[in-house]
């Protein structure tokens, strides 16, 4: 099971990955786009509605690798104080009442609403139109992608519950701890420490 929920966040880390690269050409193409608007006076309708769908993407299948992370906000400043088995079992109820039902909802109605976009080869609104159904399918992938790591997060709630304390997750880039860092190379603070120079130490004689 352990190798199985690993695998999962496998994937949802290489696709939050993968989307991540999208603002590479975000930023290219809004840096292009002033140039051109102020230097050049030559504006670009279709740049404003290829910034939302490349942000769009980016934002979207980033959600299952942030799940995979533990990394979405909680409004409840209490949990962190709860045991592990008081964690799961909320988080269990709350997958089950909420999350299942949304993102399931989400999947369905964005395969249907792809689907439909794609009949009518539906295009965006400005002087310059682009193809939007490619984007619209974005959605329902983005939901079946969060829908497979939160059945995986179903699952670490259960076995929580069983063992008494959360599974294994899969490592990643995280924000530098600085007790951590200390604690890895073996360094005190009084290690850090600048000694006083001689003369201060005796009171400023010479």
Same mark, same amino acid.
């Given at each position: 099971?352990? $190798?199985?929920?690993?695998?999962?966040?496998?994937?949802?880390?290489?696709?939050?990955?993968?989307?991540?690269?999208?603002? !590479?050409?975000?930023?290219?193409?809004?840096?292009?786009?002033?140039?051109?608007?102020?230097?050049?006076?030559?504006?670009?309708?279709?740049?404003?509605?290829?910034?939302?769908?490349?942000?769009?993407?980016?934002?979207?299948?980033?959600?299952?690798?942030?799940?995979? $992370?533990?990394?979405? !906000?909680?409004?409840?400043?209490?949990?962190?104080?709860?045991?592990?088995? !008081?964690?799961?079992?909320?988080?269990?109820?709350?997958?089950?009442?909420?999350?299942?039902?949304?993102?399931?909802?989400?999947?369905? +109605?964005?395969?249907?609403?792809?689907?439909?976009?794609?009949?009518?080869?539906?295009?965006?609104?400005?002087?310059?139109?682009?193809?939007?159904?490619?984007?619209?399918?974005?959605?329902?992938?983005?939901? +079946?992608?969060?829908?497979?790591?939160?059945?995986?997060?179903? +699952?670490?709630?259960?076995?929580?519950?069983?063992?008494?304390?959360?599974?294994?997750?899969?490592?990643?880039?995280?924000?530098?701890? !600085?007790?951590?860092? $200390?604690?890895?190379?073996?360094?005190?603070?009084?290690?850090?420490?600048?000694?006083?120079?001689?003369? +201060?130490?005796?009171?400023?004689?010479?």
């Amino acid at each position: 099971m352990q $190798k199985l929920l690993l695998g999962i966040d496998a994937v949802s880390t290489f696709i939050g990955k993968a989307a991540a690269w999208a603002v !590479v050409g975000l930023t290219a193409l809004i840096c292009w786009e002033v140039f051109s608007r102020y230097a050049l006076n030559n504006p670009h309708a279709w740049v404003l509605d290829a910034q939302i769908m490349l942000y769009g993407t980016m934002f979207m299948l980033a959600g299952a690798y942030t799940l995979a $992370k533990n990394g979405h !906000v909680r409004g409840d400043v209490l949990y962190g104080f709860f045991s592990p088995r !008081v964690q799961a079992g909320l988080d269990l109820l709350l997958y089950i009442l909420f999350f299942l039902p949304g993102v399931l909802a989400m999947t369905w +109605a964005g395969w249907t609403y792809a689907q439909e976009s794609l009949a009518i080869r539906e295009q965006t609104f400005s002087a310059t139109p682009l193809p939007l159904y490619p984007f619209k399918f974005v959605i329902p992938l983005a939901g +079946a992608v969060l829908l497979l790591q939160g059945l995986a997060e179903i +699952a670490r709630c259960v076995i929580c519950l069983r063992q008494g304390a959360w599974p294994r997750r899969g490592e990643d880039v995280e924000e530098v701890d !600085v007790e951590k860092l $200390k604690e890895m190379v073996h360094v005190n603070d009084s290690d850090l420490q600048v000694p006083a120079p001689a003369s +201060a130490a005796q009171g400023g004689k010479p």
